[in-house]
């Protein structure tokens, strides 16, 4: 395990038992956390993207406050939904963003999950075209994306620009050269690991995907990894690729520990359906004493698959708990998995 970072979904509620009671605590607690995961050792700070919903939605903002306020830190999202993005304006916000940072960031974008509403992505604009799906849409979107981070002029020049132009056809600005290589496809069944891995993409495996086998969650995980990188190694890319896992985990190290997470009641995986054709398998958290963590964590074959761990974080207990999450996993588990 090389990296360990981070993933919050930034729920906000106005309940009196949240820490996060607005969308502006979401977003000014993020940062802080961020902020401190980075003074923590910490790899990453990464965060989910949902839209009609009390959650992080415009991570561009965020990410370049993150940024700013940061040095070392890896920046990311898991996953922006691209049935929702406009490519090119995304290309300027991602450029942007990544600058601000210094080139830190790690973009995990996808065709999206189940919605807070019927079909979103129509209130933002956007149709698939005859005979398309919104996960056609969606991925079509991603390979624009993808298209103008390459950083090559492809709009013909006004002859009277209002100021000088370089030569030749022009290109969304600003743009941020290696950008190209930090996005991520997150990848919920073995076709779409191998779909991104032919678009040299990396790869964010989550806490569930699609049951094609029937086997326990972290086995069917570490198969798609090992179809991921082969097919990466047939498509000839000349760069060694990026895998991500997400997990909960929580070492047990005080009383809070304990009250919050030491009932047990999620050591099993769940089947589930995320649509009404999809039967999706969701991995279980883990929850015990750090030396029963590292044992456990030992036999997960999805995270010896992958070279990052994203810790998902429970950001409306406040920025002092998650920080001691995060610590606490750093300090008495990680260096048993091979961190550092």
């Not at 997960?300 to 698959?305: L, Q």
């Amino acid at each position: 395990m090389k990296k360990i970072g981070f993933l919050s979904f930034g729920h906000w509620t106005p309940s009196a038992q949240s820490q996060t009671r607005s969308a502006a605590d979401a977003l000014l607690q993020s940062i802080d956390l961020a902020v401190a995961a980075e003074v923590l050792g910490a790899d990453g700070a990464f965060f989910r993207v949902h839209h009609f919903a009390r959650q992080l939605a415009s991570p561009f903002p965020l990410l370049a406050a993150v940024g700013a306020k940061t040095s070392r830190i890896e920046i990311g999202t898991a996953v922006i939904d691209m049935r929702y993005e406009n490519p090119l304006y995304m290309a300027e916000d991602a450029g942007a963003a990544d600058l601000i940072a210094g080139g830190r960031l790690q973009l995990g974008i996808s065709r999206g999950s189940p919605e807070q509403v019927i079909g979103g992505w129509r209130y933002f604009g956007y149709r698939p075209v005859e005979g398309a799906s919104d996960a056609d849409m969606g991925r079509r979107h991603a390979e624009v994306f993808l298209d103008v981070l390459r950083g090559e002029g492809f709009a013909e020049p006004n002859p009277r620009p209002m100021f000088p132009n370089p030569p030749g056809l022009l290109r969304p600005e600003p743009h941020s050269p290696g950008l190209r290589d930090r996005i991520w496809w997150g990848s919920g069944s073995n076709a779409t690991a191998v779909w991104a891995a032919k678009r040299g993409m990396n790869l964010q495996a989550s806490t569930l995907k699609n049951d094609e086998t029937g086997e326990p969650f972290h086995v069917q995980q570490a198969a798609q990894i090992r179809s991921f990188r082969a097919a990466w190694k047939e498509a000839g890319h000349a760069r060694e690729p990026r895998v991500s896992v997400s997990r909960s985990i929580f070492a047990l190290v005080d009383d809070r520990d304990r009250a919050y997470f030491g009932r047990g009641g999620a050591e099993d995986d769940h089947i589930g359906f995320i649509d009404e054709n999809t039967r999706s398998i969701f991995g279980r958290s883990y929850a015990g004493e750090p030396d029963v963590l590292v044992e456990q964590l030992r036999k997960d074959e999805a995270i010896a698959e992958a070279d990052t761990l994203l810790l998902t974080v429970p950001n409306q207990l406040g920025v002092a708990y998650n920080a001691h999450v995060i610590e606490a996993i750093l300090t008495h588990v990680a260096p048993a998995l091979g961190w550092r």
